[in-house]
């Protein structure tokens, strides 16, 4: 199983990003899917996560209306789309694969496969 996350870099507050995560190895289609990220000295957390059974969205509070996570079945890929940038949202983001469908995505644990990590730099 690999996910391969892509699209990081570097950016001024107020622009956008759009991060990838292509998968192979698993049946995409019946996996939810989630981004995650961590910043220098800080835990990791969930940005977003997206069910694979009704493709229901959990959003943290920090980046609703922000950002917009997606998937494509077809491509067995994943996409995050970051407006409106901040300096805050300066981190590493991965995503990962979960079996399960339900508010369970919202841990960490749940997740069963990750990926490498794009990073994510917001300038002032």
């Known amino acids: 199983v690999q996910l391969q996350a892509s699209g990081g870099g570097s950016v001024q507050a107020g622009g956008s990003l759009r991060l990838s995560c292509a998968v192979s190895?698993?049946?995409?289609?019946?996996?939810?899917m989630g981004w995650f990220r961590q910043a220098p000295g800080k835990e990791r957390e969930l940005v977003t996560s997206?069910?694979?059974?009704?493709?229901?969205?959990y959003y943290q509070d920090s980046v609703k209306g922000r950002f917009t996570i997606s998937r494509d079945n077809a491509e067995n890929t994943m996409y995050l789309q970051m407006n409106s940038l901040k300096p805050e949202d300066t981190a590493r983001y991965y995503c990962?694969?979960?079996?399960?469908?339900?508010?369970?995505?919202?841990?960490?644990?749940?997740?069963?496969?990750w990926g490498q990590g794009t990073l994510v730099t917001v300038s002032s």
């Open positions: 990962a694969a979960s079996g399960y469908y339900g508010s369970e995505l919202q841990s960490q644990v749940a997740y069963d496969y």
């Open positions: 190895g698993l049946r995409f289609s019946v996996y939810s």
């Open positions: 997206i069910s694979y059974r009704d493709r229901r969205r």
